[in-house]
């Protein structure tokens, strides 16, 4: 193998690319800043333990491991930030009230997501802490549907889904305590048949439970489905709650297109515990934001709190917006005299770009457009433009 290639899933970034998701990270951190979101930056390694407590499987299996020198203990390469937040929050800042914290930063999966996928992600995102009602699920999508139309992203679609639903039947029927990882699997995959076969094999499980539970792979669709769902579940209070939390929030975005299934629990079942989104966009082969609430993950951390938030890939994103266009740029001859000196310090103050070239040395740019060049005239630099530059 020659020494440079890299690993399966992992890729450099070039020149004009890298640029474009240096200027997205920079875009949305001061749009998120303007929303009140404070910036964190949690390690890039933490202590395995801590970095997957209150998580589900799924986060363990995507997590890289290696042996901490110093302590013998196991390290994690973090997989996800949003864990990371929630343990600054509750631990670190332990502020009274909401708290609203945006970041940025390199995660690293052990598997890639799918075939096109990468391992190695730059995840942006926000969270809001400290209130539980659905406003905050509203404010955190309305942010991340502003992230992607910032990027150039049009006519975003929104799915939602909401575990609240399941977990309320799992809850209200102790039958089912044995079998709700199996059971949230079938209704994801919408296995109607397989349900019932595991409900006929349980002990004391109640009728209207194995009812609700055969009815809810059909329970997606648009927003009408809502009315339905009302209709054919029990009249539990989580039921309910999630139900109405979804009407609100819908009610709140009327310009979107929205879809809904109240069987897809999402891969974080044992993670998030309420609102759960994804939006998706023409040119991305899978969800572009993913998003949701988990009440209770600070818990571990020695204070439990509602938290809701999303995050998206920057390279992701920047990858699916097609060939990013060229900056104008000045050439200028090399030279230390003071005028000339000068004038390209003067006119890097203004915003422009020059480019020195080197003595003999021809100069080759992605990045850049040299349509213009610094000449002297009558003693004095000025600029002309290149003919046939363009």
Not at 23 to 32: F, Q, T, V
Not at 92 to 101: A, D, E
Request: with cysteine; net charge negative; hydrophobic share 45%.
């Amino acid at each position: 193998m020659s020494k440079w290639l890299l690993p399966e899933h992992l890729a450099d970034i070039l020149p004009a690319e890298a640029r474009r998701i240096e200027e997205l990270r920079r875009d949305l951190l001061d749009l998120y800043r303007t929303h009140g979101f404070e910036l964190v930056a949690p390690p890039l390694v933490e202590y395995l333990d801590s970095l997957l407590s209150g998580t589900g499987s799924d986060l363990n299996l995507r997590t890289c491991k290696l042996v901490d020198q110093l302590s013998g203990r196991t390290l994690g390469v973090r997989a996800d930030i949003t864990p990371q937040v929630s343990r600054i929050d509750a631990h670190l800042l332990n502020r009274p009230g909401v708290t609203r914290l945006c970041y940025c930063g390199t995660v690293l999966h052990a598997r890639p997501a799918d075939l096109l996928s990468d391992r190695e992600l730059l995840q942006i995102g926000a969270e809001v802490f400290g209130h539980d009602g659905v406003e905050a699920d509203i404010q955190i999508i309305q942010l991340a549907l502003e992230s992607v139309q910032r990027a150039g992203v049009r006519n975003a679609r929104i799915d939602l889904n909401h575990p609240g639903v399941f977990r309320a039947l799992v809850n209200a029927d102790p039958a089912l305590a044995e079998v709700d990882a199996e059971l949230s699997d079938m209704l994801a995959s919408k296995d109607v048949s397989g349900i019932s076969r595991l409900c006929a094999t349980l002990n004391d499980v109640r009728p209207d439970t194995v009812q609700a539970l055969v009815a809810m792979p059909r329970l997606y669709g648009g927003v009408a489905m809502l009315d339905q769902a009302l209709q054919v579940l029990p009249r539990l209070p989580a039921v309910l709650k999630a139900v109405n939390d979804l009407k609100a929030l819908v009610a709140a975005l009327p310009d979107y297109e929205f879809s809904i299934d109240l069987a897809d629990a999402g891969a974080g079942y044992a993670y998030h515990s309420g609102v759960v989104f994804s939006i998706y966009a023409q040119g991305w082969h899978d969800a572009l934001v993913r998003g949701g609430r988990y009440d209770g993950v600070g818990k571990v951390f020695g204070r439990s709190r509602p938290a809701t938030g999303f995050s998206l890939d920057l390279r992701k994103l920047s990858a699916g917006l097609g060939a990013p266009p060229l900056t104008r740029a000045i050439q200028a001859p090399w030279g230390t005299q003071s005028a000339l000196v000068q004038a390209i310090r003067s006119l890097r103050d203004a915003g422009e770009i020059v480019v020195q070239v080197l003595p003999g040395q021809p100069h080759s740019l992605d990045e850049f457009q040299v349509d213009r060049e610094l000449v002297q005239q009558d003693g004095q630099w000025v600029i002309r433009a290149i003919p046939g530059a363009h």
